[in-house]
């Protein structure tokens, strides 16, 4: 036996760190609806029934209630059913049709969506998984900020760009309120005649934040992500991100002679 669908009424609310507003849950697709067409007193409907003799036509009618003069009309749904001796049987067959179709393009109706409950409760997972990864990447950049800052380090944004979002900066803040505004960031950080590269990509798994870097900020870069990364990955392995050994003078050449012994 065929399990019947039950659906979740809900208003979408903008920003991932907010709720859906559920209005219902478990419902039937006639009583969504119904609780569509009537969310916020803004629509009146009604079902209309025009007999042909051997069968009935059904007509849902909305109207929306904000027009000054008069009623302003909605696409109406309609649905045929034969007759069958069985006048409640036929007029709930024909609602269960129109709501079907209702179901398949709802925006005219509302702002709302009606979906599944299955798939309601996997639009919650995904959100929570989203704000997971936000979670971690947020707190390995500011771990990464912090250590870079405290270790003596200034921090540039974008270097590549002609006119950078900061250039040599320790101000924690304003860095960590540029890189959470965007999906991809580019740092290069200096301390003395030290340099060094690494590239942020936000909203993938969130332990593999950073994605590249040079192989002279490992030491401060590894304990952090670490402890984040998966039980089988390690830092270093291909999914893990890159090492990249930068040369800041024809002297370093030695350093690449020293890896290949």
Partial sequence: MNKTNTYTAYMPVEGIENDDIVIARGLSSVEAMKIAFGYGDRLTSHLNE????????YTWRAYSRSEKTGYAAREPLQATVIHAGQPELEKNSALTMI?????????PYWDGHVVSDKEFDERVKRVAKIREVRRIDREISAKLVDAFIANGYTITCDLNDFDPEFKRSTDRDGILAYMWDVEIVELHVHKG?????LRLIFDENGWDLVQDYTVDLEHIIDPICEPYVPPGLRIGSPESGIRVLTLNSPDDVLKIEGLLK
Avoid at 50 to 55: A, K, L, V
Wanted: glycine fraction near 14%; charge should be positive; proline fraction near 0%.
């Fill in 99 to 107: 709501a079907g179709q209702f179901l398949r393009r709802q925006r």
């Fill in 193 to 197: 005649k030290k340099r060094g590269w």
């Fill in 50 to 57: 025009e007999d042909y003799g051997t069968f009935t036509l």
